[in-house]
């Protein structure tokens, strides 16, 4: 026959809080260091002029080392999955 299972109700303690999200873009500035490596980098990249026909699929992967952290962006933006 059928045994009666037990319900198991979790709760949360009041006093634990919930873990804090982080920023969606906290990975491009951790330091104020870094804040204006970014910066300079992301004028060097406003500077640069780029063909209106160019693949830029293909202009990352020339220039990516010059602009790591727009580069790392880029590819989160680009590499959306086909359904």
Known sequence: MMEEV???VHTRDDSQQPPTKR??????????TEA?????ELDAYMRVNCE???NPL?????YRQRF???AHV???LLS???T
């Open 52 to 54: 209106p026909d160019c």
């Open 6 to 8: 037990p319900l198991r």
């Open 23 to 32: 920023p969606r873009f906290s990975f491009l500035i951790t330091s104020p």
């Open 58 to 62: 293909v202009w990352w992967c020339e």
């Open 80 to 82: 959306v999955p086909s």
């Open 36 to 40: 204006t490596t970014h910066e300079d």
């Open 74 to 76: 880029a590819q989160k």
């Open 68 to 70: 790591p952290t727009i």
